[in-house]
């Protein structure tokens, strides 16, 4: 069957939907093999062959040539075999065309569902390979709706629409219809209607993949994000570390008068962030973490359970510790250490007398 007509349709199909046209090809194929077959007792002697370069598409069944003919479905005798071919001998195999106009009737009337069911297998698994190549990256998306009620958000990632719930949207967040926002796809899982990813706003990966956005030196390897503690919203801690002497780790991050990290911070809706250097010495990295306070002294009080004590000037204790503990305990899901932060000098004690 030569049909221009046809191969325009499928091409503009593969559009409309986004489905690669080889995937709309290959499910049209196995309709087309699943409906024929059933008319040759479902024996795997149907073979169906699509040449988009030449518009055609031909449908055959395959059979063994013999002296003397005892299955019809499978077997051809070596006469009619002749007519078809002339040089074939007992024991060759024939690929015998059939009627596509035939087919076509049959095809509509016994493969119509599963035409649609091989095509939504082939949109399914262009959904799966679109988010499976987003997955664990960072995304920008369209926001197409936010439910009045929960504030859910539904975004759309390529051709695929996901829903941001209000537990992964950034505490500042006032997301509008038309908007482009940046998300974190967490992860792929198969759902019920088949693969979703999961997106997030608050995931430390958001920071970690803007990032990387941002500072080339961390592509290319030398500059080297160690750890990212963060309160989304509030704000994020990111160690960083470079083997190269000559490269300032933090300075890359932050760039001149601070470009860099203001994009970062613009894309968190004005999230704080506080980049450190990463030290292999714990005392050292325990310091810098508590920053912007300035520390006396890190004691390590036991390695094992990764616990020290850090001592700070009295003035620069509610500094250390932070906004409701927020300083003290980003330092210490930052460094992984339980961190004891007591003042240089106790406050005396004054005992007023009758």
Known sequence: MKNTEFFEAVSAMAQERGVPVEALYEAISKSVITS?????????????????????????????????????????????????????????????????????????????????????DAETERKRQELQEKNQELATCKII????????????????????PRSEQIPTDVLRE?????????????????????ISRTHPGLVRRLLEVEVPEIVDGTVEIRSI?????????????????????????????????????????????????????PAKFV??????????????????ERSCKVTVPNNQLSLAIGNKGQNARLAAKLTGWKIDINPEFE????????
């Open 36 to 120: 024929v077959k059933r008319d040759y007792g479902d024996r795997d002697i149907v073979f169906c062959d699509i040449n988009p370069e030449k518009n055609t598409l031909k449908i055959f069944v395959r059979k063994r040539v013999v002296d003397e003919v005892t299955d019809e479905i499978e077997e051809i005798s070596l006469d009619e075999a002749k007519k078809i071919r002339k040089r074939i001998n007992v024991g060759d195999t024939i690929d015998i065309e059939l009627n596509t106009k035939a087919v076509s009737r049959i095809a509509a009337v016994k493969g119509k569902h599963l035409l649609r069911q091989n095509i939504g």
């Open 145 to 164: 709706r936010v439910d009045p009620d929960t504030l859910d958000a539904f975004l759309e990632i390529g051709k695929v629409v996901e829903r941001l």
């Open 347 to 354: 406050e005396p004690v004054i005992n007023f007398d009758d």
């Open 287 to 304: 310091a810098a973490a508590l920053a912007p306070a300035n520390v006396i002294s890190v004691e390590i009080l036991s390695e094992e």
């Open 229 to 281: 503690a963060r309160e989304a919203g509030s704000r994020s801690k990111i160690a960083v570390y470079s083997s190269d002497e000559n490269v300032d780790p933090v300075g890359a991050c932050i760039g001149q008068r601070g470009q860099r990290i203001n994009n970062i911070v613009d894309a968190l809706g004005g999230e704080k962030l506080d980049v450190i250097n990463y030290s292999d010495d």
């Open 178 to 198: 038309g908007e482009y926002i940046k998300v974190y796809v967490t992860e792929v899982i198969e759902g019920a209607k088949g693969p979703k990813a999961k």
